[in-house]
């Protein structure tokens, strides 16, 4: 293989990306037009909705260039892989599926290999990158996705490794196109970054500082997807009940919520993720009175210690959380809750693992999303010198596991018998008879249509006549 020499892309403006798509447009269809050859893309995502957000705008300005999907990746013309590093399994999985690529660069030279992400804003792997793929064609972060247009002409020019990291965090760029998998639920982000800095956690330094979107801008979106038959929002952020506080425009994410309400044509409205510190009472109350509004909440507690809650940065206590929890379900009664949990943060032990198990029992989470803890590069916990020996975390995490799988069999049981109304998202992966959708509250009905036709996207009553830990059953209700 050729020697690659890296160059930088120097800040440029801008304004200048929809020519470069209508060019790289331009020159696709031409080559479609002669040789019957259409371009095709393969995106593959890793980590949280906001990767998944990313993606689709990935994907939407590709789409603009005149590329396809394709799910076979040796049938691709670009291989994007969006990147997680929030804990170090998902980087090995990623740096192994990379290292996979390699065969099919070599079988087509004319391939381009991108790498982006959280992963890409951490200098010792792009480093590593340079050093150990050197089949890859691009290296771009979090922050500079909207250059890809740029980055793509770039590549079909030149046989550089192209890297362009920012670390500025300063910008939103608005008007990025945008392909969405599904036409009747979508992720809006509604701000970027955090910056709460949990003593574990490598998100604030590959997402930056909390910057929210122009609530007009938030709303407008919203509306023009409900005129294309959305249903469903998710309003998405690292820390979403911080939303507003960097805007001089004294509004909320109360008041955000508020203003999606009044949107004509959406049904429900989803948000995540909260943290525990920033819900208040005015949140409370207008998530009670805002129809459109799910019951169900996100709500982390990460651990069940004032002590490991201290270590970890959280800013608030056992017993602050569990008031909050409090209030939540008398406000809003049925409120489907769920969780994230760390086992075996530096520190942890016997008693403190129990609080977290006594915290699981005492609130009954519908769902918790259980992870051993992680050593992350540059976070204050890492150098922390009380690390958790693996077989406690193991031993620990299949415990808590274990506790939390019979709670949530046991919420589901409650709606045996029930009627419940669901978004319908599509067939049943188990069984191509049953169409499968959720209810207000997050779970997953998987149900038997009868002879009555029923399309994705239709709000429908569904009777459930079996229950599980992860998903329930039924039949429609007419
Ligand atoms: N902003 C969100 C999500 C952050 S990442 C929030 O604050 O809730 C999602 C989850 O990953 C976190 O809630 C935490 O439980 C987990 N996590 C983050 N860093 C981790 C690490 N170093 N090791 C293990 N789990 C981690
Ligand atoms: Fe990470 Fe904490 Fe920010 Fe969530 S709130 S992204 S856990 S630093
Ligand atoms: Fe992972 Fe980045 Fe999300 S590190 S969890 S993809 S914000």
Not at 142 to 162: D, R, S
Not at 254 to 271: P, S, V
Not at 389 to 414: M, T
């Amino acid at each position: 293989m050729t020697k690659r020499k890296e160059i930088i892309i120097p800040e440029k403006d801008y304004e200048n990306q929809k020519v470069i798509i209508a060019s790289i447009r331009d020159n696709n269809n031409i080559e479609l037009q002669k040789n019957g050859l259409q371009k095709k893309m393969h995106i593959i995502t890793y980590g949280c909705q906001q990767n998944t957000s990313d993606s689709e705008k990935l994907k939407g300005m590709l789409y603009e260039m005149g590329y396809v999907d394709t799910k076979v990746k040796s049938e691709a013309d670009i291989i994007l892989m969006n990147t997680c590093c929030v804990r170090e399994n998902a980087e090995l999985k990623i740096f192994g599926n990379l290292g996979a690529l390699k065969k099919l660069k070599t079988e087509n030279p004319n391939l381009i290999i991108g790498i982006c992400g959280c992963m890409m804003q951490q200098e010792h792997i792009v480093k590593e990158i340079k050093q150990k793929y050197r089949f890859v064609d691009m290296v771009f972060g979090t922050h500079n996705l909207h250059k890809l247009p740029q980055l793509i002409q770039m590549a079909t020019h030149e046989k550089y490794t192209l890297i362009d990291i920012m670390n500025s965090d300063g910008l939103i760029i608005e008007d990025i196109p945008t392909k969405r998998e599904d036409k009747y639920r979508a992720w809006v982000t509604i701000m970027y970054g955090c910056n709460n800095f949990c003593s574990y956690c490598i998100v604030p330094y590959v997402r930056g500082r909390e910057r929210s979107r122009n609530p007009q801008d938030v709303i407008t979106e919203i509306s023009d997807l409900a005129k294309e038959g959305c249903k469903e929002v998710t309003l998405l952020g690292q820390n979403v009940n911080s939303y507003g506080i960097d805007l001089n425009q004294n509004v909320d994410f109360a008041d955000l919520i508020k203003m999606a309400n009044n949107i004509e044509g959406i049904e429900r409205i989803r948000f995540m993720t909260s943290h525990p510190k920033d819900i208040s009472d005015k949140l409370i109350h207008t998530i009670k009175d805002c129809k459109k509004v799910c019951e169900q909440m996100h709500l982390p507690f990460q651990s069940g210690s004032n002590k490991i809650l201290h270590a970890m940065n959280r800013k608030y206590t056992r017993e602050e959380y569990l008031e909050k929890i409090k209030k939540v379900k008398n406000a809003i009664p049925g409120i489907a809750l769920s969780t994230d949990i760390i086992v075996g943060f530096p520190g942890e032990n016997e008693e403190d693992f129990n609080d977290t198990l006594d915290l699981v029992k005492e609130v009954e989470f519908d769902q918790a999303f259980t992870f051993i803890y992680s050593k992350r590069k540059g976070t204050p916990a890492e150098k922390m010198d009380n690390q958790v020996d693996d077989d406690i975390k193991h031993k620990n995490f299949e415990k808590l596991l274990e506790v939390q799988g019979h709670i949530s069999r046991e919420i589901n049981e409650s709606y045996l018998n029930k009627i419940v109304d669901v978004l319908v998202e599509g067939l049943s992966k188990s069984d191509k008879n049953r169409m499968t959708g959720r209810t207000r509250t997050g779970k997953v009905v998987n149900f038997n249509p009868g002879i009555n036709e029923i399309k994705i996207g239709d709000l429908v009553n569904v009777k459930i006549t079996e229950v599980f830990s992860w998903f329930l059953n039924g039949e429609i209700e007419i």
